[in-house]
């Protein structure tokens, strides 16, 4: 049996001709009992990825907290964060808003965005206590008003 074959039947792995080569081949190493924990939140998906960008029908806004209700109970502990958009004082004087239009779900991990998101649908309707939400993938490239005066609660 060839050393090829035998590295297929004992596990063991064997440096390639021309020393070295740089293939991640070569006898594996242990596990470093003090490496740092694997945690979804700090090494899984980007925030992008697990998020879904909300938007209410005019003059039906709803509350962080009911959505963080509305998800918990549909899909469990679910969530890392929900933020609900205020319009500031500059944006009430040049658009006459007074109440949200918009906000961001961020989940624990890319799943969820990811399931209802995957049939193609640009945008899913859910009803929140009587209200329409409108879902869609949150698109980063369109996130600037998420970058000033982001305040997000849990």
Known sequence: MDESHKALYTGETTPHAGGGGGSGRGKSQPLD????????KTDGAPEEDRCLFVTFSNGHPIADHQI???????????LDRVYVHMPGPKEVKETSITTPQFGKVVFKTSCIPMVLTQSGRK?????VDGKPLWCKKFDLSKSQAFKRNSTPSL
């Open 33 to 40: 009992p003090n490496a740092k924990e694997w945690s979804a």
């Open 68 to 78: 963080r209700r509305f998800f918990r109970l549909k899909y469990g502990d679910c």
């Open 123 to 127: 945008e899913i309707k859910f009803v």
